[in-house]
T-cell receptor
Framework: EPEVTQTPSHQVTQMGQEVILRCVPISNHLYFYWYRQILGQKVEFLVSFYNNEISEKSEIFDDQFSVERPDGSNFTLKIRSTKLEDSAMYFC????????????FGPGTRLTVT | AQSVTQPDIHITVSEGASLELRCNYSYGATPYLFWYVQSPGQGLQLLLKYFSGDTLVQGIKGFEAEFKRSQSSFNLRKPSVHWSDAAEYFCAVGSNFGNEKLTFGTGTRLTIIP
């Protein structure tokens, strides 16, 4: 069964550094998402992406964050200058199309900012 | 704004006992409802979903959920739990409109005792 993949599984970075989290959505899916989950808390929406542009973003997704689909397969989340509070599990998800289709989640990337 | 409430932060049940996890939602249109399960350090696995039609939906691992519009609820049930069901369970609401995000509840942690 097709699945969403994410790399790396764990990233440790120093405060102020840039990080790029990578995702490969399911190949025929059209909608892409990033969510994050701070340890012990609920999963929160960050951003959705469709037709090569951001469709919606949350308050969390400030100017330090950006997303890109650089080619036909990858979907990346960049944090320009990491802060301690960016430490979280980041999940990528994709969805095939409108209608009765669910979002499929990747295994997540655990980001630790020191 | 859409929201999901999971009133039980932590539930403990004996192996073999029945289980019901509560979920209440607030959503302005016809909701799509989901239950996801997360084992420690793992990603989100879809247990079941409700889009329309029969209000009692069956999922994987012997789980079922019932959509009750009048109560704005989507409770998850299992007649007999197994030790491997110990995990965090998240209820989520979304829609079928394009790229709309999922909104998650805060989760219920399920502990199974022998």
């Amino acid at each position: 069964e097709p699945e969403v993949t994410q790399t790396p599984s764990h990233q440790v970075t120093q405060m102020g550094q840039e990080v790029i989290l990578r995702c490969v959505p399911i190949s025929n899916h059209l909608y892409f998402y990033w969510y994050r989950q701070i340890l012990g808390q609920k999963v929160e929406f960050l951003v959705s992406f469709y037709n090569n542009e951001i469709s919606e973003k949350s308050e969390i997704f400030d100017d330090q964050f950006s997303v890109e689909r650089p080619d036909g397969s990858n979907f990346t989340l960049k944090i320009r200058s990491t802060k301690l509070e960016d430490s979280a599990m980041y999940f990528c998800a994709s969805r095939e199309r409108d209608g009765y289709y669910e979002q499929y989640f990747g295994p997540g990337t655990r980001l630790t900012v020191t | 704004a859409q929201s999901v409430t999971q009133p039980d932060i932590h539930i403990t049940v004996s192996e073999g006992a029945s289980l019901e996890l509560r979920c209440n939602y607030s959503y302005g249109a016809t909701p799509y409802l989901f239950w996801y399960v997360q084992s420690p350090g793992q990603g989100l696995q879809l247990l079941l979903k409700y889009f329309s039609g029969d209000t009692l939906v069956q999922g994987i691992k012997g789980f079922e959920a019932e959509f009750k519009r009048s109560q704005s609820s989507f409770n998850l049930r299992k007649p007999s739990v197994h030790w491997s069901d110990a995990a965090e369970y998240f209820c989520a609401v979304g829609s079928n409109f394009g790229n709309e995000k999922l909104t998650f509840g805060t989760g219920t942690r399920l502990t199974i005792i022998p």
